[in-house]
Structures are given as structure tokens and as C-alpha cells.
């Protein structure tokens, strides 16, 4: 699966074009709208202003959350003056997405001007791949280009149907989203040894088929969070009340079996934080695995498990890590996550960190910069890991001696 069959923004003829960019502007915003973390905004502009440099005008898309009715809550305005900020430039804000409003500014847009388009998912047709929908968006540009990774594993309107109203030298992938790929692409080809991959997050089903694929890569495996009870569970240990996917006990001991027989070092928690409930409130101690009480459930690994895990990340040249060790937004539950990704910050190994809660811990952390490379979508990053083809990435292909 190479990068290099997917025709690049710089491979399309674009002087003075109409460009419609589907970016990724899915930001986390406080109650008053403020954007908290603008590092998707900001990884968007490397392509827009490629795009502006070649006398384009430039039509934005994104979604924002899960509308379920036009509210002002969801609206792309706040997206649009900090985007206008970053660039310093003006950013022209549609009233809606395929509506009387946009396709009259997208028609009057002038070179190296911006258009944002309201949020798509305004319109339901977007989550629906209606093709109609991206019929209308496609209309409005001569040129379609995608940057927007953290939909690419969804077959959305602006993301999948849209791709079919342009022939392959008029559609395109931007910087950010083949830098993701081929970050994914090296990472499972061409590791530098030790290769170490941390898995947490809450379940072990969405990360099964990632967990199966990185066994037969990786030379050890770290396994913290709600998905850790699991596999504590497989080893036949009490586990109280902690999250539990009884269905997949049987997957868990064949990944720990496959470990075994490729002699994968597997880790699992050693210690865990407990509490009787899940609350910023509740009474909570550390234990060992083998001691987890009956009535309580483990929501953070413990200070033995973060050393432990410390030492095993310790000569890793490569480090993939995806998901958090507990329930990181409680701040006493967070501790593991944190220790974690100060270990991975420190480390001199390539560090490459599934979006998604992973980048949040890691910004909450202050670590950021310390790593290689944060990729701006989680479940885009686990689908590449699992080694699927992406649904918005497939039409963006070219077969030899097509273009």
C-alpha cells in the first residue's frame, strides 16, 4: 500500500482553479465556543495556502460534532475567524452548505480567495453518502482535493460520492493527508527495532483487528486502560466490577497465545487505581491486579504498572501508541495516561500517537512537541494500522498509466 499511486494536490494542474478542500475542522470547543485545540485548523494550512500560491480560489468544507438540527452550537463560524487569523487573511462564511447563500459566493469567489461552507453535516445527505449532495458540492469547483484524514474511513458525500463528479486529474490528496499515510505505511513496513506499540482506550473490540495485526509486528506489546481487564480476565484474574467484553475473552487468549509463540512481550498492569464508582468524588486506592475488591472497578493503572511499562518502553526505537491508561478526564484517574506520555515524550524513539483521546492526552500533557508525529484522526489511524483500505482514500488512487 503505497503513498505513491495517490495522485498528490501538487500533481493537478490548478492555476487559477476553484479548489473545494474537505478539511477536517472537527475541534473540541468549550461551553462558550472557544476552540481549546486548533491543531486541525492549523494542519490544514499547509494545503490551502499551496492552493492560494497557485492563484486558487479555495472552497472549504468540514463537519463539526453530530448535529442533530441547524443550531449555532454547530456552526463553522468560529472555524472560519481563527482559520482567518492563522492565515491573515479574510475567510468569506457561507450561511449554508448547498443553499441559495453558498453557491452564490462559491460562484462570485475571485482568485486566491476563501470560501467556508456551513458544517455539511447540516445537510443529512453527507453522513447518508447521498449522491445527489455531492453532486451539488462538486458543482460548485473545477478541482476536489482531501485533507481531511480524520473522515477518511467514513463514506461520507464529501468524502466518498463526491470523488466520483472528478476524473483523476482533477482530484487529489493534500499534504496532511498523504504525510498520515505514509507515516502509517513506513510504521508497519519499516520499524526500527525494538518496535513497541501502547494500547489503551476503554474496549478491546474497536481495537481487535489493530491488536491482530500489530502481534505479528511489533516486539512487545503494552496493553493499559478499560481493555486491560480483559486480557487480566483471560489470565483468570478477578477483575471486580472493571469493564469487561466477556464475548471477547476468547480473542483476548489468542493474542496472548499468538504473543507467546512469536515471543511478543506482552504487558499488562501490574497495579490499578480503584474506586467503587466512576467519579471525580469517589474513594480511591491502589491495588494490586491480583487484589482488585469485589464492588470495585480499576479506572487508571497503578505507580508499579507506570514503572513497569517505563521499562519496557526504555529501548524502544519505535513507539505507536493508541488510546489512554484510564479514564483520563477525571484528573485522579489520569495519572497513568500522563506518566505515559511523558515516558514516550522522553523516549528517543520515533513516536507516532493515534489522534483521537491520545492527542488529547498528549496536549493535556504538555508533550506535544516532543513527539514525531500526532496524527489528526484516531479512528482513521487504526483502520491504516489494521491495514484496511480507506473509503476516501480508494478513489484518490491511480492505476499505472492512468493519469
Same mark, same amino acid.
Given at each position: 500500500?503505497?503513498?505513491?499511486?495517490?495522485?498528490?494536490?501538487?500533481?493537478?494542474?490548478?492555476?487559477?482553479?476553484?479548489?473545494?478542500?474537505?478539511?477536517?475542522?472537527?475541534?473540541?470547543?468549550?461551553?462558550?465556543?472557544?476552540?481549546?485545540?486548533?491543531?486541525?485548523?492549523?494542519?490544514?494550512?499547509?494545503?490551502?495556502?499551496?492552493?492560494?500560491?497557485?492563484?486558487?480560489?479555495?472552497?472549504?468544507?468540514?463537519?463539526?460534532?453530530?448535529?442533530?438540527?441547524?443550531?449555532?452550537?454547530?456552526?463553522?463560524?468560529?472555524?472560519?475567524?481563527?482559520? #482567518?487569523?492563522?492565515?491573515?487573511?479574510?475567510?468569506?462564511?457561507?450561511?449554508?452548505?448547498? !443553499?441559495?447563500?453558498?453557491?452564490?459566493?462559491?460562484?462570485?469567489?475571485?482568485?486566491?480567495?476563501?470560501?467556508?461552507?456551513?458544517?455539511?453535516?447540516?445537510?443529512?445527505?453527507?453522513?447518508?453518502?447521498?449522491?445527489?449532495?455531492?453532486?451539488?458540492?462538486?458543482?460548485?469547483?473545477?478541482?476536489?482535493?482531501?485533507?481531511?484524514?480524520?473522515?477518511?474511513?467514513?463514506?461520507?458525500?464529501? *468524502?466518498?460520492?463526491?470523488?466520483?463528479?472528478?476524473?483523476?486529474?482533477?482530484? !487529489?490528496?493534500?499534504?496532511?493527508?498523504?504525510?498520515?499515510?505514509?507515516?502509517?505505511?513506513?510504521?508497519?513496513?519499516?520499524?526500527?527495532?525494538?518496535?513497541? #506499540?501502547?494500547?489503551?482506550?476503554?474496549?478491546?473490540?474497536?481495537?481487535?483487528?489493530?491488536?491482530?495485526?500489530?502481534?505479528?509486528? *511489533?516486539?512487545?506489546?503494552?496493553?493499559? %486502560?478499560?481493555?486491560?481487564?480483559?486480557?487480566?480476565?483471560?489470565?483468570?484474574?478477578?477483575? &471486580?466490577?472493571?469493564?469487561?467484553?466477556?464475548?471477547?475473552?476468547?480473542?483476548?487468549?489468542?493474542?496472548? #497465545?499468538? &504473543?507467546?509463540?512469536?515471543?511478543?512481550?506482552?504487558?499488562?498492569? *501490574?497495579?490499578?487505581?480503584?474506586?467503587?464508582?466512576?467519579?471525580?468524588?469517589?474513594?480511591?486506592?491502589?491495588?494490586?491486579?491480583?487484589?482488585?475488591?469485589?464492588?470495585?472497578? %480499576?479506572?487508571?493503572?497503578?505507580?508499579?504498572?507506570?514503572?513497569?511499562?517505563?521499562?519496557?518502553?526504555?529501548?524502544?526505537?519505535?513507539?505507536?501508541?493508541? !488510546?489512554?491508561?484510564?479514564?483520563?478526564?477525571?484528573?485522579?484517574?489520569?495519572? %497513568?495516561?500522563?506518566?505515559?506520555?511523558?515516558?514516550?515524550?522522553?523516549?528517543? #524513539?520515533?513516536?507516532?500517537?493515534? &489522534?483521537?483521546?491520545?492527542?488529547?492526552?498528549?496536549?493535556?500533557?504538555?508533550?506535544?512537541?516532543?513527539?514525531?508525529?500526532?496524527?489528526?484522526?484516531?479512528?482513521?489511524?487504526?483502520?491504516?494500522?489494521?491495514?484496511?483500505?480507506?473509503?476516501?482514500?480508494?478513489?484518490?488512487? *491511480?492505476?499505472? %498509466?492512468?493519469?
Amino acid at each position: 500500500m503505497q503513498s505513491a499511486d495517490i495522485v498528490s494536490v501538487k500533481e493537478l494542474d490548478l492555476n487559477g482553479k476553484k479548489v473545494f478542500i474537505r478539511c477536517d475542522f472537527n475541534v473540541p470547543q468549550d461551553e462558550f465556543l472557544n476552540i481549546t485545540d486548533d491543531r486541525r485548523i492549523r494542519s490544514a494550512i499547509p494545503t490551502i495556502r499551496y492552493c492560494l500560491d497557485n492563484g486558487c480560489s479555495v472552497i472549504l468544507a468540514s463537519h463539526l460534532g453530530r448535529p442533530k438540527e441547524l443550531s449555532q452550537k454547530y456552526s463553522l463560524e468560529p472555524i472560519a475567524k481563527r482559520l #482567518a487569523r492563522l492565515l491573515n487573511k479574510e475567510v468569506v462564511m457561507a450561511k449554508d452548505v448547498i !443553499g441559495k447563500d453558498a453557491k452564490t459566493k462559491a460562484a462570485n469567489l475571485k482568485p486566491t480567495e476563501i470560501l467556508m461552507l456551513e458544517n455539511l453535516r447540516f445537510e443529512k445527505g453527507e453522513t447518508k453518502n447521498d449522491e445527489e449532495l455531492a453532486k451539488e458540492l462538486a458543482s460548485m469547483a473545477d478541482v476536489y482535493v482531501n485533507d481531511a484524514f480524520g473522515v477518511c474511513h467514513r463514506v461520507h458525500a464529501s *468524502v466518498e460520492a463526491i470523488t466520483k463528479f472528478f476524473d483523476n486529474n482533477h482530484k !487529489g490528496a493534500g499534504f496532511l493527508l498523504l504525510r498520515e499515510i505514509s507515516f502509517a505505511n513506513n510504521l508497519l513496513k519499516h520499524p526500527a527495532r525494538p518496535f513497541v #506499540a501502547v494500547v489503551g482506550g476503554s474496549k478491546v473490540s474497536g481495537k481487535l483487528q489493530a491488536l491482530r495485526n500489530l502481534i505479528n509486528k *511489533v516486539d512487545k506489546l503494552i496493553i493499559g %486502560g478499560g481493555m486491560a481487564f480483559t486480557f487480566l480476565k483471560a489470565l483468570e484474574f478477578d477483575i &471486580g466490577d472493571s469493564l469487561l467484553e466477556e464475548e471477547l475473552i476468547d480473542e483476548a487468549k489468542a493474542i496472548l #497465545a499468538r &504473543g507467546k509463540e512469536l515471543g511478543v512481550k506482552v504487558y499488562l498492569p *501490574v497495579d490499578v487505581a480503584v474506586a467503587r464508582t466512576c467519579s471525580s468524588d469517589a474513594l480511591m486506592s491502589y491495588v494490586p491486579t491480583q487484589e482488585i475488591p469485589n464492588g470495585f472497578m %480499576g479506572l487508571d493503572i497503578g505507580p508499579a504498572t507506570g514503572k513497569l511499562f517505563r521499562e519496557a518502553l526504555s529501548d524502544a526505537q519505535t513507539i505507536w501508541w493508541n !488510546g489512554p491508561m484510564g479514564v483520563f478526564e477525571i484528573e485522579k484517574f489520569s495519572k %497513568g495516561s500522563m506518566k505515559m506520555s511523558h515516558f514516550i515524550g522522553d523516549s528517543h #524513539a520515533t513516536t507516532i500517537i493515534g &489522534g483521537g483521546d491520545t492527542a488529547d492526552v498528549v496536549a493535556r500533557s504538555g508533550e506535544a512537541d516532543e513527539m514525531t508525529f500526532i496524527s489528526t484522526g484516531g479512528g482513521a489511524s487504526l483502520e491504516l494500522i489494521e491495514g484496511k483500505e480507506l473509503p476516501g482514500v480508494k478513489p484518490l488512487r *491511480v492505476k499505472e %498509466g492512468e493519469l
